[in-house]
């Protein structure tokens, strides 16, 4: 597999499950730092009060990428370690550390790709109603500008979102992430506000005139897919395609929600005012796309949205449960090109929790992360030869983290993490990477 010479290999990060120290240096809390201190939401009881450490080890932690030999990487900045209250006032301490950061990455050669916003909106926003007001669309946008005028003659890469989907669901539908809010109506309110405030800020970028800055957004995709040819499941998976994969990019590309979507929430269908559809139109320079697995579906009328997620038996799954799927990789890249056009790609998740420990003599075999890399991969090249501008390929995640609801249970790392310690060991996954990547540069 040879990949373009100008192609991006990197990992990933978020900076409430790395960074710990979260209130450090007069940083504001976050839903997700109080969402983590109440008691019942996340396993275990963990919280990401230490995390990776790494803003404290952030340089250490610049001299393990030098290792595996990235030359991008994707982290998000923690909005209110910038500004504490999501507005006004600017933390200049939380502001240098991104500084810092970003400094220290173009030293080592790595391309800094920014996520504006990875969940973990100041509290003091939500007290106002987070992104189910519409002000947040605004907020952000004045947040995104200050980070574009304060790094935007280094980083040429920014992402205004990510995952809004999960943001959405899981977050204002469901409850099994911060806000932790269940409300049908609210989640719609908050899609949308996210959308518009995604366009707020291209739109905030494209003013400041900054010649070399690249901006887009991140979703999570993959293939819906039914378990039958029955026109039940049929149907429960052309609406989980709508709702999943197309629910953030129609807008964005067709100035529309999906009429499927719209039609099943009815009442709760977000009303958009005059301009919205076209702030969020604004034009972006590339889509980063997370996929981890597909969903195979089938219909269920015990269910209150219909429908139930088939376990695919005899298939190898990750500890988050997922099918490994490597086609749904090429599946879903494909469909992105030929509904949405040639604009640049960017695999900025891909990856698998596996149950990684040291052996006696203190190395992580993970041959399975390994597979999973190499088939995925495979699929990404596949994509490439078949025309799709694919620009680079993040692995998640740089090293084990805080995964969310899980807390510390569930390990996606190219580097194994003691939380006890903080050490770092690079896992048979990281040096197989690293030497895929110094295959690449021959």
């Not at 080890?57 to 999501?86: C, H, I």
């Not at 040291?358 to 025309?387: F, K, M, S, W």
């Not at 084990?400 to 249970?409: H, V």
């Not at 993490?417 to 048979?428: A, L, N």
Request: glycine share 10%; aromatic share 14%.
């Amino acid at each position: 597999m040879q990949f373009p010479k100008d192609f991006l290999w990197g990992a990933a990060t978020a900076a409430y499950q790395i960074e710990g120290s979260p209130l450090a240096d007069g940083a504001g809390v976050s839903i997700w730092h109080r969402f983590s201190h109440t008691p019942g939401t996340i396993l275990n009881g963990d919280t990401g009060d230490v995390a990776c450490d790494h803003y404290r080890r952030w340089q250490e932690d610049v001299e393990w990428m030098k290792r595996l030999g990235l030359n991008a990487y994707r982290f998000s900045v923690a909005w209110g370690r910038v500004l504490p209250t999501g507005r006004g006032a600017v933390n200049q301490k939380g502001l240098d550390f991104y500084k810092r950061l970003v400094d220290g990455l173009l030293r080592a050669g790595i391309t800094p790709m920014i996520t504006l916003y990875h969940w973990d909106l100041p509290a003091e926003l939500q007290d106002c109603g987070g992104w189910a007001n519409r002000d947040c669309a605004k907020w952000f946008a004045d947040y995104a500008c200050l980070m574009f005028r304060e790094l935007g003659d280094r980083v040429q890469l920014w992402a205004t979102l990510n995952e809004p989907w999960v943001v959405m669901a899981l977050g204002y539908l469901w409850g099994q992430h911060a806000p932790g809010i269940r409300d049908i109506g609210a989640a719609a309110k908050a899609g949308h506000h996210m959308l518009l405030g995604h366009g707020k800020a291209v739109c905030a970028l494209r003013s400041l005139g900054l010649p070399n800055a690249k901006i887009g957004i991140v979703t999570n995709l993959g293939p819906q897919q039914p378990a039958s040819d029955s026109p039940q499941d049929q149907m429960v998976a052309a609406l989980w395609h709508n709702f999943i994969n197309r629910y953030f990019l129609d807008p964005i590309f067709h100035g529309e929600y999906p009429d499927a979507v719209i039609s099943f929430i009815g009442e709760f269908a977000p009303k958009a005012a005059p301009d919205d559809m076209q702030i969020i139109q604004s034009r972006i320079d590339f889509l980063g796309v997370n996929y981890y697995t597909r969903n195979v579906l089938a219909y269920d009328a015990s269910d209150p949205i219909g429908s139930r997620t088939v376990y695919q038996e005899g298939k190898l799954h990750t500890e988050m449960g997922w099918e490994v799927y490597p086609e749904g990789l090429y599946e879903i890249l494909k469909w992105v090109q030929a509904e949405y056009g040639d604009i640049p790609l960017y695999i900025t998740e891909n990856g698998a929790a596996f149950p990684d420990a040291p052996n006696t003599q203190g190395e992580v075999d993970d041959p399975l992360r390994v597979d999973y890399i190499r088939a995925h991969l495979e699929q990404a090249h596949r994509t490439i030869q078949d025309g799709v501008p694919l620009k680079g390929y993040f692995y998640w995640s740089l090293m084990d983290n805080f995964e969310w609801a899980f807390g510390y249970s569930k390990r996606f790392g190219l580097l194994y993490v003691d939380f006890e310690t903080q050490k770092r060991i690079m896992k048979s996954s990281g040096r197989w990477y690293a030497e895929f990547i110094a295959g690449q540069r021959q």
